[in-house]
């Protein structure tokens, strides 16, 4: 079993960066390929970025391409979401997610979920 702690949400203003982490309890966290999901208000959950288990490659949603940084830490159990040039259409709940199939850009079939952390970026 794992359970994945997500931390460093907040009330940014626009143009302002805050670093999302996510933090895993159990000793395989790094057979699991690290994704971050979000959802707004009356939206559906969206991928936001990925990581392969070895961290070798990385995956964007085009709306945070070149502003978002996703990255590993496996000795510290810990993944990190970097977000820079925060825009208003950012706001939402930042979810961390673990899947043992990789990355995969539907919220589904993933074996571990965060609670959530809010993002809101005001204009």
């Known amino acids: 079993q794992v359970q994945l702690l997500e931390s460093g949400g907040g009330l940014v203003q626009a143009g302002g960066s805050l670093r999302l982490s996510c933090a895993a309890s159990g000793r395989t966290f790094s057979s699991y390929a690290i994704c971050w999901f979000r959802q707004a208000p009356g939206k559906e959950r969206e991928f936001v970025a990925g990581?392969?288990?070895?961290?070798?490659?990385?995956y964007y949603a085009d709306s945070v391409k070149g502003r978002f940084t996703i990255s590993r830490d496996n000795a510290e159990n810990t993944g990190y979401l970097q977000m820079n040039s925060l825009k208003p259409e950012d706001t939402a709940v930042y979810y961390c997610a673990l899947n043992s199939w990789g990355v995969q850009l539907a919220p589904r079939g993933y074996d571990y979920w965060g609670q959530g952390t809010q993002v809101t970026v005001s204009s």
């Open positions: 990581i392969r288990w070895s961290g070798s490659s990385t």
